[in-house]
T-cell receptor, first 116, second 111 residues
């Protein structure tokens, strides 16, 4: 299957600082990527849809000024958590859509963010 | 919008037995139903999927069935092994678009 990577795999930051998470499709070009957040023992909650070359579409209740998404190329989308607070601590996962064939969605390995 | 329910929330089986996880969806426009396996601290891994024009799909020990009329689909794992222990998520949507995920099933295969 297609490979999606995320960097970093885990990060600890202080409250009030910003953190950038990268999502890359390694062996295919993805015009669409999704960003999810997952709290312990819960399901994946969609935060936003990232389309290459256009503004991201955010789900209701997700602050677009706090969670900045940039999809500058067909293989890279970034999520920046600005002015992070402890309640932003979570597992952030991206996925990318393979544009050809059945358009399956493949997930990255996730990034564990801890805000102290 | 779409709403996906999943049962059971936890499932324990003996090694070698079968495991069945069931999901229901609400939006009749959904036509793509993937299943993902998530191990602790990792991202979800696509294990099998089915489209609405197919009633059943099988891949070795894993099979998925779909009943469009009743709006439910199921994951079947036969001859379970300890490495099958994980959280399994069903999802519903359309290819290339956002999915709505079920709440997950924690499967434990006991040796």
């Amino acid at each position: 299957g297609a490979v999606v990577s995320q960097h970093p795999s885990w990060v600890i930051c202080k409250s009030g600082t910003s953190v950038k998470i990268e999502c890359r499709s390694l062996d295919f070009q993805a015009t669409t990527m999704f960003w999810y957040r997952q709290f312990p023992k819960q399901s994946l909650m969609l935060m936003a849809t990232s389309n290459e070359g256009s503004k991201a579409t955010y789900e209701q209740g997700v602050e677009k000024d706090k969670f900045l998404i940039n999809h500058a190329s067909l293989t890279l989308s970034t999520l920046t958590v600005t002015s992070a607070h402890p309640e932003d601590s979570s597992f952030y996962i991206c996925s990318a859509v393979v544009p050809r064939g059945p358009a399956e969605q493949y997930f990255g390995p996730g990034t564990r963010l801890t805000v102290t | 919008g779409e709403n996906v329910e999943q049962h059971p929330s936890t499932l324990s089986v003996q090694e070698g037995d079968s495991a069945v996880i069931k999901c229901t969806y609400s939006d009749s426009a959904s036509n793509y139903f993937p299943w993902y396996k998530q191990e602790l601290g990792k991202g979800p891994q696509l294990i099998i999927d089915i489209r609405s024009n197919v009633g059943e799909k099988k891949d070795q020990r894993i099979a998925v069935t779909l009943n469009k009329t009743a709006k439910h689909f199921s994951l079947h794992i036969t001859e379970t092994q300890p490495e099958d222990s994980a959280v399994y998520f069903c999802a519903a949507g359309r290819p290339g678009q956002n999915f709505v995920f079920g709440p997950g099933t924690r499967l434990s295969v006991l040796p």
